[in-house]
């Protein structure tokens, strides 16, 4: 398997996981939270706001160097 096959692979598993994330958040309210109110959550909060951006950073890096 070659490695960008790979990583299209990988990349897929996580928005397939995102979307029923969002969709069991939408449809069972107490078995996810909602988007919104994670990254609420997570940008009050100074030591998860740092977490926040190194994910965003990280994600920008790996979408841009393919």
């Known amino acids: 398997m070659i490695a960008s096959a790979l990583s299209y692979a990988v990349w897929g598993l996580i928005l397939v996981g995102l979307f029923w994330v969002c969709a069991a958040s939408l449809r069972h309210p107490p078995l996810a939270a909602r ?27 790996h979408l841009f160097a393919r």
């Open 35 to 61: 988007p919104r109110a994670v990254l609420t959550r997570l940008s009050t909060q100074p030591v998860l706001r740092v977490c926040l951006v190194l994910t965003f950073m990280w994600l920008g890096w």
